[in-house]
């Protein structure tokens, strides 16, 4: 029988843990955190996983450099996040190939009877060059440095309960 | 052969076209549009398109009444979107089950050799019963009058070439 | 006897109006438009004016060209505004200086009875070149035929009232 | 000579401080934030300075309880800031009134020459309650427990030098 998109979130190893709390403008009029937020707080800490790593992503302006902007973000949503909330978001690289990287993000919430997970997202992610005429970006190959460093990481990953710890 | 993601979208049926101007806020340092962008200009045209009904998605405060959080919602990119662009959204009724509705939305940017699919996202989102106890939000089925009128503007749906003339 | 803030907006001749649909997601738990966003409504009508001018106010990448960061906005809020309400921002120039200018716009809902002052705000925006060295932005005289055209639509500035008709 | 409001927030004691990253999705195409998100980190500056106290902004849903919407709101730009950088975030209590608070939030940045007075802002906040009808917000009297917390931290406020040693 095929794992549902929640049992996989539960259990893939995570190389990253990014505590986010919840703003009073990321809710909306329906009590809970808007569903467009979600996407700024995987992009978050797909950033933070990135400064851990030394890196960044995205060149300052005038250097050239690379992007990576997205191919695809998608997002299930089990339970409602809220104001105050703080959520922790595991960050998993479901695959490395040569110019893109699928990440996913699972979103963890403290409960009552433990932790929840409360939604689970994916997104892809297509290194570019910046430096094109016209402000034009291309695709290429992740550069040598820094596939190490992300192939290292997902090799570092551990399940989420043993990070806890 | 299966057909891509742009090809589905290609060919599907929409209800409803939304006109939406990129805005200032809604550009990054890349100089495109953010990707969570996208997700607020779906669902501006989702609301667009339940006024175009005579319906709106959420009561106001203290009526009871019913909201649509999301369960799901993904978006694929094609190219990117710029300040100042006009993007139009077609909105296709992909599916209508008993609680949920699962729209497709389809980005439309007009280019040198006519119009260009940017592009595509899916969201599902699910009716619940706003009047639970401390907030609590508990997931009904469509009411009757607003489902018969989803129904009749999925048979209504126009190939999007067709409503451009 | 010194006039308020609300008595001096609703005597200012504008010279551009904007109308702006409140959209979900600028809702927040309180039931209504957070604060935030009446300065991106602001820069939004700030932009469509530009746009009714021939005018924008960033040049696409690459080509050197101007901006118009903001020094100073304020914004005054009087009564709350809502999900799906339409409201009218009116732009007036109250002040053109070398480098500068200052906008104020001023938010109008319709009501039971008649048009209400919600919220008058003041943005000032300074001209610069973006195509310093590192991405520096340096401030610049406002280009002479722009200047002309703010000018001229200064000149033209109606009451409010008169616009409605 | 009357001092200028740059002047005025360098000397003005502050009673908490707010780091915060500045994330990809708060700047724009111009390569830096934008001047909405300044409101935005002013209020989240605001709220973990309430949060300090033991106190929220906002009851959950439900619950009767006070609001915080906003009467003024106003920031003043001297430079720039992007991507990455860490920002400082002083908060002080300028004045406590029988329903309202003024808050002046002053923006520090570590530069190559020690820290920077990047940006100062001023939000006037009125004490609400919820539990009206159809939604309703009336200004009521802070609450006594609330307002002796809010006098005791203007008491304890300090220096912002002071405060980083």
Known sequence: MSKTKKELALGEPVCFEYVRRVQFADTDMAGIVHFSAYYRYMEEAEHAFFRSLGETVHARQGSGGVG????????????????????????????????????????????????????????????????????????????????????????????????KA
Chains 1, 2, 3, 4 share one sequence.
């Not at 570019?128 to 034009?136: D, E, H, M, T």
Request: hydrophobic letters at 40%; proline letters at 5%; one cysteine or more.
């Open 68 to 163: 990576w902007p997205r191919l695809h973000a998608s997002c299930d949503f089990f339970s409602p996040i809220r104001f105050e909330d703080e959520v922790r978001v595991g960050v998993a690289i479901h695959e490395i190939r040569s110019k893109t990287v699928r990440f996913h993000h699972h979103f963890w919430l403290a409960g009552e009877g433990g932790e929840e997970l409360v939604a689970t997202g994916s997104v892809v992610t297509v290194c570019v060059s910046l430096g094109g005429a016209g402000g034009r970006m291309e695709s290429i190959a992740i550069p040598a440095p820094l596939r190490d460093k992300l192939e290292a990481a997902r090799r570092r990953a551990v399940a989420p309960g043993s990070r």
